[in-house]
C-alpha cells in the first residue's frame, strides 16, 4: 500500500496563477482531508470530506476550493494564489468515528507563491 | 483559546529522558494521540491512548492520561538525536464531528 500520495511535491506560483493539488489514498477510507502547516501555527484544517460526494469548510477555507473525485482522491484548488497562500500543504484520511480513528497523512506539497 | 494546548520547543541532550506535555479540553475524547513530524515529512501516529487508561508503555515512549486534570504526556527514554522532530498532541473529534483537534506542536530537538 502506498497510503497516501500527494502531487506535486514542491511548487512555485506567480501571484494570481492558479493551482490543484492531488491527493490520493489507497486504504478505502471514507474520510479526506487537507491541512495547511505555517510556522508556529500548527496544523489548520482547510477542507474535509466526511464521505464520498460531501465536503465541508474547515477552519481556514476562504481562497481555496475542493473536489471528492472519487472515494480514493481529493483535490484542492487554489483559483488565484496569494503570497498568505505560501506553505506547506498536507492531504491526510482517516478511518470513520467508532474506530481508533488515526489520521493518516501525505508527505506534504511545499508551495511558494511569489 | 485553543482546545489542545503544547508548549512549543523543548530541547535535551541526548541520552536523558524527554517529556512532552499536552492539556486537552474535550472530555468526551475516545483516543487521544501523539504524532511525529520529521523535518520534510508528514505527520505519523506515534502512539495513541484509549481514554479509559492511565498509561501506555511502548518500548522508549511512555504514555500518561490524567482524565481529571486532561492532562496528557509523551515521555521519550533515553532520547537519541533521531528522535528531533515535531510532536503533535491531538483528540478524537467530539461527537458527531469528523474533525480531530490537534495542539500547535512541541519541537523537540535533541543536542550531544
Known amino acids: 500500500n502506498a497510503g497516501v500520495t500527494q502531487t506535486p511535491k514542491f511548487q512555485v506560483l506567480k501571484t494570481g496563477q492558479s493551482m490543484t493539488l492531488q491527493c490520493a489514498q489507497d486504504m478505502n477510507h471514507n474520510s479526506m482531508y487537507w491541512y495547511r502547516q505555517d510556522p508556529g501555527m500548527g496544523l489548520r484544517l482547510i477542507y474535509y470530506s466526511a464521505s464520498e460526494g460531501t465536503t465541508d469548510k474547515g477552519e481556514v477555507p476562504n481562497g481555496y476550493n475542493v473536489s471528492r473525485l472519487n472515494k480514493r482522491e481529493f483535490s484542492l484548488r487554489l483559483e488565484s494564489a496569494a503570497p498568505s497562500q505560501t506553505s506547506v500543504y498536507f492531504c491526510?484520511?482517516?478511518?470513520?468515528?467508532?474506530?481508533?480513528?488515526?489520521?493518516?497523512f501525505g508527505p506534504g506539497t511545499r508551495l511558494t507563491v511569489t | 483559546g485553543e482546545d489542545v494546548e503544547q508548549s512549543l520547543f523543548l530541547s535535551v541532550r541526548e541520552g536523558d529522558s524527554s517529556v512532552i506535555n499536552c492539556t486537552y479540553t474535550?472530555?468526551?475524547?475516545?483516543?487521544l494521540y501523539w504524532y511525529k513530524q520529521e523535518p520534510g515529512a508528514g505527520l505519523q501516529l506515534l502512539t495513541y491512548i484509549f481514554s479509559n487508561m492511565d498509561m501506555k508503555q511502548d518500548q522508549r515512549l511512555t504514555v500518561l492520561l490524567n482524565k481529571k486534570d486532561k492532562h496528557l504526556s509523551l515521555r521519550i527514554a533515553d532520547t537519541q538525536t533521531g528522535d528531533s522532530a515535531i510532536y503533535f498532541c491531538a483528540e478524537t473529534p467530539p461527537p458527531g464531528s469528523y474533525i480531530p483537534t490537534f495542539g500547535r506542536g512541541t519541537s523537540l530537538i535533541v543536542h550531544p
Open positions: 491526510a484520511s482517516s478511518e470513520d468515528p467508532g474506530s481508533s480513528y488515526e489520521q493518516y
Open positions: 474535550d472530555s468526551s475524547s475516545t483516543y
